[in-house]
């Protein structure tokens, strides 16, 4: 149930001495083959990590041996000397698996404006590639250690596996078409917006193309980390790796494969909203019956990043005055005095007048849905955010690991 | 030092039974003449309340009588029942004070989607209508009663006076050409964003056209108002209302009458941020050597709103990762990698390097100044907003009157 659930992985979580607590630290997964397709998306964030700004470059030949990731550290703002620390955690990975270093991805996630010690990441190589040749590697236990290591402030790795194909009209054709997918998950966040960074690393034994890997993670993250919005802020090291071995040999129908993919990056998207930092509230904000699907987006986003609403769904308080006046705030097309809003099948709000009273909606489950109805055409989405809650403040201005 | 300081004003402020607690919860302004020139700006929140509807019906014309605000309530989102509620108010108004409905702002703050009670609006206004004909009611006491009343989370009345014109050869030139600015001010917001709703009133014995004030107004609360940005949430229900009374005789330049008007903006302004729910730090973020004023706005504006950041100075933490990191969003113009950051004047960032250790940053007084260096052109800008605490998520959470 992790990256080395598929064949032709191998994974491991080493500790460096990078975080203060002495927990792990370190990972790297290594595409085994025979197949090293991979494709990856990136935080949209302007400022860029170090680590994006060469992971950009490796990804573009759709090759990739390994990546290596670290948490205690970005490496952004960090100027040439982070570049040259990134290119030299790479070039150490392509030294221990013999691969080159220009075919390595790597990943840092921590505190912005702080240099990485290279000493620490090349000790953690070096440990992390001696076990990847053990058989612990390859099994469940090398990709939940590296599930572990990615984590800050997480309280649980995340991961995931999901079988593909498995069609046909005997048990021997059902078989020769099954491939699968795993992944590991880090933080609460998105590729836009995050929490805290998001690193996220897929894999796949299925044989496909970087274009079609490419294509395929677009459209199921598009879908999925795209409309997680835990608190509007965009991490500067954001990424999301997609890794094919092709060593299950399947070929996969693309479009089942991208539904598959979609299915595992929402798991993990749910796993992360799930552990946002102090939430106490899952939210899912449904917009219905809007012009656009990005009409609809714009407006359950405007909700997720309002703090007047998220402090009122932390108090337990259906304030749909305040999901309204988000709403509001939005191009989007709508008459702002014909909207319907529910929470948690309780409709409040119908034909912009209030409808049943707030009182009897029950907002103490951690589960909160909100539904509105803009009435304005056939198209909907639905954006996953948490509530604004005192631990989300404490751990926010307390954070510095 | 308020709405009666300008020649030509009386105000009341009294009780109705619109809060529960008994407070002051209906005012009056009144505009005695002999001019009654108004301009007013409003909320640029799709979903507007009937007292906004209402209002800029009135405004059309550039004539006020009077203005009438409750707390209390919304009335927003209530349908035509509720706009009938506006009506009603500005006619009890209308009919109290022998004048047109149409000459009658509404103005009303609370909570969102909730029917006003008339009966007891109408007891408000026969109740101010009767303090309005009293000497008290022209004198400060009056003015100091109504900006009590349009109350609600604040916890103190917001009002300024500022001296305009009196330049002259000689005392007699002086005091001929002496006006002044009066105002009051509720919330913790703005025009385009806000906090809570932003209600306010300024007043001048100056002669000036409704053009004139109109011109004044916007540009008085384009560097004001609209730069004060709490929380990033925009209410349905914001109104900066300017009356002129023509009573001092003194036509102004309107240059510097937009100036003065100014000064008086940036002072409630000032004091609805010091006041700001739960917030225990001002802070302050300038944008400098921006390409254009909007680009200095944009980013300040995306700082302003990042929840990490603000985390973060509530833990007196000198955070200058998170700030880039909310630069990074923008569209603005400059080179990611060539900022220069600033924390209470120390240099934590200078060229996208970490400059200064952020140990030595100062951030246990209230006051913090951020400043951003963007190297890319002569435009700057100061936005305002203040950090998020454990009180803001208290008050917003328990947020019912």
Redesign the interface.
């Known amino acids: 149930m992790t990256v080395t659930s598929p064949a032709g992985f191998a994974a491991a979580g080493v500790t460096c001495g990078l975080k203060k607590s002495g927990n792990k630290d370190l990972a790297i997964v290594q595409n085994l083959g025979p197949l090293k397709a991979a494709a990856a998306v990136f935080t949209s ?4 990590a170090n680590p994006i700004l060469w992971s950009q470059q490796v990804i573009a030949d759709g090759v990739v041996d390994a990546i290596v990731l670290n948490s205690g550290g ?1 490496n ?4 040439p000397q982070g570049f040259q620390v990134t290119h030299s955690t790479a070039e150490a990975v392509a030294e221990a698996l013999g691969t080159s270093a220009g075919d390595v991805l790597v990943c840092s996630t921590g ?5 990485l010690p290279l000493e620490k990441l090349q000790l953690g190589v070096s440990l992390a590639a001696g076990e990847l040749g053990q058989s612990r590697a390859s099994a469940l236990e090398g990709g939940m250690d590296a599930a572990e290591a990615i984590m800050t402030t997480d309280s649980k790795p995340k991961t995931v596996v999901i079988a593909g194909g498995g069609q046909g009209e005997s048990v021997e054709a059902e078989a020769a078409s099954a491939y699968s997918i795993g992944g590991m998950a880090k933080g609460a966040g998105m590729l836009a ?1 995050g ?1 805290a960074t998001m690193l996220v690393v897929l894999t796949t034994d299925a044989q496909l193309t970087p274009a079609q890997l490419d294509t395929a993670l677009r459209a199921a993250t598009r879908v999925t980390f795209d409309r997680l919005d835990s ?6 090291n954001d990424q999301v790796t997609l890794m094919a071995s092709g060593a299950s040999g399947v070929v996969p129908d693309v479009a089942e494969f991208t539904d598959r993919l979609t299915e595992a990056c929402a798991s993990l998207a749910l796993q992360l909203q799930a552990d946002a930092e102090g939430a106490s509230h899952d939210i899912a904000i449904t917009v219905l019956s809007a012009a656009s699907e990005d009409d609809a987006v714009a407006v359950g986003r405007s909700v997720a ?4 609403f998220k ?2 769904i ?2 337990n ?1 259906a ?4 999901v ?7 191009s989007a097309a709508f008459d ?2 014909n909207i319907d809003v529910s929470f948690n099948g309780v409709r ?2 119908q ?4 409808d049943q009273p ?1 009182d009897l909606v029950d907002l103490s489950p951690r589960a909160v849905d909100i539904v509105i109805d803009l009435k304005s055409g056939p198209a909907q989405a639905t954006i996953w955010t948490n509530d ?3 631990d ?3 751990e ?5 690991s």
């Open positions: 964030n302007r400022c860029k970005a952004c703002y960090t100027g505190i912005i404006g702080e240099q917006p929490l608190d509007g802020c965009m991490s500067t990043r309002n703090n007047l402090a009122a932390f108090g308080d304030n749909w005055g305040r309204l006046a988000a709403v509001g705030t939005t702002p005095y409040v709000c034909g912009g007048q209030p707030r604004l809650t005192h989300y403040v404490h926010n201005s307390a954070y510095s």
